[in-house]
């Protein structure tokens, strides 16, 4: 699996990440608003950005931090230790909004993830992903930005040299 190609000129309400509608290898990309799920001993990157202004990708309970900068892919590098629901909230200054700046990082087992990730395909037309947690090169898990949030896309399970 490939992700499908992002720019700035896509970005709109209707497509916050900004992919582009004629990319082919974004038709299975699954796009999800204020959660995120990955699979527990998992390496995951997540490549953060931002629509307006400076924010901070931060889940406090992990020690996990990014900054999300406007016109930038900033990549961050974890692997969650414990399944479970964590808080992910918005750690710079950023505006009037920024005390409601939250979300959710779900850590699942690779049985729940799995399941997570055929609903989600299910819920985008029936499109199956082109893989899951058995099939590291060909990760499958996207978080967009909901209005005036920082970026959480693409989040993917990873092949590593080692636990980090």
């Given at each position: 699996g490939k992700f499908g190609r992002r720019d700035v000129s896509f970005v709109s309400n209707s497509n916050p990440v900004?992919?582009?509608?004629?990319?082919?290898?974004?038709?299975?990309?699954i796009v999800t608003t204020g959660e995120l799920?990955?699979?527990?001993?998992?390496?995951?990157i997540a490549e953060l950005s931002s629509k307006d202004v400076i924010h901070d990708y931060f889940v406090p309970a992990m020690r996990i931090g990014g900054?999300?900068?406007?016109?930038?892919l900033i990549p961050i590098w974890f692997t969650p230790l414990?399944?479970?629901t964590y808080e992910v909230i918005c750690a710079q200054l950023c505006g009037l909004g920024h005390y409601g700046m939250k979300g959710t990082l779900v850590v699942d087992t690779p049985q729940d993830y799995e399941a997570w990730l055929k609903e989600?395909?299910?819920?985008?037309?029936?499109a199956q992903p082109a893989s899951s947690p058995g099939a590291p090169q060909q990760p499958q898990n996207k978080l967009p930005q909901a209005a005036g949030k920082p970026?959480?896309?693409p989040a993917q399970p990873a092949?590593?040299?080692g636990q980090l």
């Open positions: 900004g992919l582009d509608p004629s990319d082919p290898a974004g038709k299975d990309d799920h990955v699979p527990v001993n998992r390496p995951v900054d999300a900068i406007p016109g930038s414990k399944t479970g989600r395909a299910e819920l985008a037309g029936g970026e959480q896309q092949q590593s040299p």
